[in-house]
């Protein structure tokens, strides 16, 4: 298996431009994640889905971001407008709840920065 | 809500030394799941070692193993004969029993190992 697959690996884009992250998750993993990475405030769960169906999105910062997963091959997060707060490493992660704990394998991340 | 704590934001020892990470958790839950994800620089999040809860013997891989103690709900990381290629971000992670929240992490501890 290929592992988590995340693109783009990097963006840069202006402010009030919309960004769309992808990720495809290791087949069969029932579970998958998004998590932001940033200096100040570590790894955040920002929601996670449960057989493709969005089951707490609580940490999701504002109404800018929103996530799908339109199958169980594919989940997009997206931010519209973005802001250069939003500037981060954004992490996907899958997971087959072996044993009753999820055992994440993660992406490479997608490094954003917004200018 | 649970917190895990990392109070070593950075840590430097010679090749092949033994150095100990340190981790403490606040949960009121009894059964639960404790993990280490290792960054290196290609920024991928790798997963070290894992420890459940209602066990009792410290889990071990190789040349990592942990020292749970339940009571004080410390989870320190110990990695003996250390490795050039050890040099990277730790990090320590609590999940709720079950499997189905996510996993809250550390702020991560910088480990360099010194040649």
């Known amino acids: 298996d290929a592992g988590v697959i995340q693109s783009p690996r990097h963006e840069v884009t202006e402010m009030g431009q919309e960004v769309t992250l992808r990720c495809k998750p290791i087949?069969?993993?029932?579970?998958l994640f998004w998590y932001r990475q940033t200096m100040m405030r570590g790894l955040e769960l920002l929601i996670y889905?449960?057989?493709?169906?969005?089951?707490?999105d609580s940490g999701m910062p504002e109404d800018r971001f929103s996530a799908k997963m339109p199958n169980a091959s594919f989940s997009t997060l997206k931010i519209q407008p973005s802001e250069p707060r939003d500037s981060a490493v954004y992490f996907c992660?899958?997971?087959?709840?072996?044993?009753?704990?999820?055992?994440?394998?993660f992406g490479a991340g997608s490094r954003l920065t917004v200018l | 809500a649970q917190t895990v704590t990392q109070s070593q934001p950075e840590m430097s020892v010679q090749e092949a030394e033994t150095v100990t990470l340190s981790c403490t958790y606040d949960t009121s839950e009894s059964n639960y799941y404790l993990f280490w994800y290792k960054q290196p620089p290609s920024r991928q999040m790798i997963l070290v070692i894992r420890?459940?809860?209602?066990?009792?013997q410290n889990a071990t891989e190789n040349r990592f193993s942990v020292n749970f103690q339940k009571a004080a709900k410390s989870f320190s990381l110990k990695i003996s004969d250390s490795q050039l290629g050890d040099t990277a971000m730790y990090f320590c992670?609590?999940?709720?029993?079950?499997?189905?929240?996510?996993?809250?992490f550390g702020k991560g501890t910088h480990l360099i190992i010194q040649p």
């Open positions: 889905f449960n057989n493709n169906v969005p089951i707490d």
């Open positions: 992670a609590f999940e709720s029993g079950g499997g189905a929240d996510g996993l809250t």
């Open positions: 087949s069969g993993h029932d579970y």
């Open positions: 420890q459940e809860a209602y066990k009792q």
């Open positions: 992660a899958s997971s087959p709840l072996a044993y009753g704990a999820n055992v994440l394998t």
